[in-house]
């Protein structure tokens, strides 16, 4: 399409696509309620009382800052701008893709609600203090050399190709780790990792005692020969025919395994990730990370389940353990 102007005041309901126009500037009050793509466009700046309800995709445009406290109701693309710097307050309400730009830091205050968030190839150097992100951090081919205290990533962590040389103790991750092509040398001990675990091309030459990995571990191209005391993994054990003299010194965990993270302040129960708030008797308050909404999690002390609400929690655990007896043990009717 050829359009190259809007006019003011304009509301648009659904998505809108103005992908590769030749449109240069959005108008004065324009209002999204679904997603707004502008790739491709000449665009450079956005104006300051611009309100987006769903996705806004800037990728591959001219723009090279933007307004003060904007909100996206979902997802923002920056990918392959000229953008170096974000605002303050930036709130985002599923992920943020910043690979391929300019970006150096992270604003003071940026909130990324319930998604992921992207900053391969970037040069970016630090990471704030105590970052929680709810989807995957991917920080693949970027100059960084450490995380931060008190990280916490709900999803994946892709550490390949950076300058990592360790990890800090308290560092929570719900999904895999991917730490291929680091100069790495040790893990810290009583790590759990909520999916895979990859330490492929790494100097690396031993594991951590009490190490968890609940998905695949690769230990392909380390220098790692022997499996420490306490090693659980969930998923296969990968390795090159011989590399280790004791491949079978590790409990593989069930199908539905719990994992645990910070003596209990998180947990993944059946694939989901979340944060206890609250526990009464053996019913636990949580809910995931980054968002408000609350769900309910029970125990009969082995088991775990969760629900929408607690009656919902409770028949989930009833069903895992199939066991009405084990059940009434430990519940009393609401």
């Given at each position: 399409t050829q359009i190259t102007q809007l006019p003011d005041n304009l509301t648009v309901y659904g998505y809108f696509d103005l992908s590769n126009t030749q449109i240069i500037q959005l108008p004065n009050n324009l209002e999204?309620?679904?997603g707004l793509n502008?790739?491709?466009?000449q665009i450079t700046q956005l104006p300051n009382n611009l309100k987006v309800g769903g996705s806004l995709d800037l990728s591959n445009t001219l723009i090279t800052q933007l307004p003060y406290s904007l909100t996206v109701g979902c997802s923002l693309n920056l990918s392959n701008t000229q953008i170096n710097k974000l605002p303050d307050n930036l709130t985002v309400g599923k992920g943020l893709n910043l690979s391929n730009t300019l970006i150096t830091q992270l604003p003071n205050n940026?909130?990324?609600v319930d998604g992921f968030l992207n900053l391969s190839n970037t040069p970016i150097t630090q990471l704030l203090n105590n970052l929680t992100v709810g989807g995957y951090l991917d920080l693949g081919n970027t100059p960084i050399t450490q995380l931060p205290n008190n990280l916490t990533v709900g999803g994946s962590l892709i550490l390949s190709n950076t300058q990592i040389t360790q990890l800090p103790d308290n560092l929570t991750v719900g999904g895999s780790l991917n730490l291929s092509n680091t100069p790495i040398t040790q893990l810290?001990?009583?790590?759990t990792v909520g999916g895979?675990?990859?330490?492929s091309n790494t100097p690396i030459s031993q594991l951590p005692d009490n190490l968890t990995v609940g998905g695949d571990l690769f230990l392909c191209g380390t220098q790692i020969t022997e499996l420490p005391?306490?090693?659980?993994?969930?998923g296969e054990l990968i390795t090159h025919e011989g590399q280790?003299?004791?491949p079978d010194n590790f409990k593989k965990l069930p199908q539905n395994h719990t994992l645990i993270w910070q003596n209990g302040k998180y947990i993944k129960i059946d694939g989901i990730f979340s944060e206890f708030i609250k526990k009464k008797g053996n019913v636990y308050i949580a809910r995931k990370i980054g968002r408000n909404d609350l769900t309910y999690v029970v125990t009969d002390g082995v088991n775990f389940a969760h629900g929408e609400t607690v009656k919902e929690a409770k028949e989930s655990?009833?069903?895992k353990v199939s066991d009405r007896n084990v059940f009434e043990k430990f519940f009393t009717k609401e």
């Open positions: 999204v309620r679904g502008l790739s491709g466009t940026l909130t990324v810290p001990d009583n790590l895979r675990l990859g330490l005391n306490n090693l659980s993994i969930g280790l003299t004791n655990l009833l069903y």
